[in-house]
T-cell receptor, first 111, second 114 residues
Framework: KAGVTQTPRYLIKTRGQQVTLSCSPI?????VSWYQQTPGQGLQFLFE???????NKGNFPGRFSGRQFSNSRSEMNVSTLELGDSALYLC??????????FGSGTRLTVV | DQQVKQNSPSLSVQEGRISILNCDYT??????FLWYKKYPAEGPTFLIS?????DKNEDGRFTVFLNKSAKHLSLHIVPSQPGDSAVYFC?????????????FGTGTRLTVIP
């Protein structure tokens, strides 16, 4: 069974630009969550999608948005990038109440 | 506001000895706790979990202890092996409250010295 796939693995963007990250969950998993990891902050929850609907949202500004498609694949978008958005963005999928499986992440660098 | 805290950013242990990683939380609604292990350039990998109805869960060399009154949990690794060297994250969720997202600590980097 393929794991959670995130693309791209690395990305460099300029301040003010926007970026879209992609996540393909494990086949059969309908829930996809996104997390931001920065040094000293651990993993911060961004949002969770389930069956194309945002089910939960963390404490991030509106520049961070996401969506989920009918095949459960999810995208995360960050607009008007700031230097502080440089981080590792992790996607996790699961089916049922427990058992999150994480992808390897997308390392975003904003210059 | 960090609801899950790992106050030790790093820990070094000799191979064969016990590693104890600690985690504190503030939200009394948390009822499910997990430990994840993370290697560089990889996503976190699930290690072990515990429900709030238990105070101990064991899986091979890994044991998690939960002290609800102190809002504290710990992960014991016995015996520690060099391959255990990684960053360990503690996480919690409030399943019964319908909040399925995980709240993570800031991680503890474990180094097991051969």
């Amino acid at each position: 069974k393929a794991g959670v796939t995130q693309t791209p693995r690395y990305l460099i963007k300029t301040r003010g630009q926007q970026v879209t990250l992609s996540c393909s969950p494990i086949s059969g998993h309908r829930s996809v969550s996104w997390y931001q990891q920065t040094p000293g902050q651990g993993l911060q929850f961004l949002f969770e999608y389930f069956s194309e609907t945002q089910r939960n949202k963390g404490n991030f500004p509106g520049r961070f948005s996401g969506r989920q498609f009918s095949n459960s694949r999810s995208e995360m978008n960050v607009s008007t990038l700031e230097l502080g958005d440089s981080a590792l963005y992790l996607c996790a999928s699961r089916e049922g109440d427990y058992g999150y499986t994480f992808g390897s992440g997308t390392r975003l660098t904003v210059v | 506001d960090q609801q899950v805290k790992q106050n030790s950013p790093s820990l070094s242990v000799q191979e064969g000895r016990i590693s104890i990683l600690n985690c504190d939380y503030t939200n009394s609604m948390f009822d499910y706790f997990l430990w994840y292990k993370k290697y560089p350039a990889e996503g976190p990998t699930f290690l072990i979990s515990i429900s709030s109805i238990k105070d101990k869960n064991e899986d091979g060399r890994f044991t998690v202890f939960l002290n609800k009154s102190a809002k504290h949990l710990s992960l014991h690794i016995v015996p520690s092996q060099p391959g255990d060297s990684a960053v360990y994250f503690c996480a919690a969720s409030a399943q019964k409250a319908g909040a399925n997202n995980l709240f993570f600590g800031t991680g503890t980097r474990l180094t097991v010295i051969p």
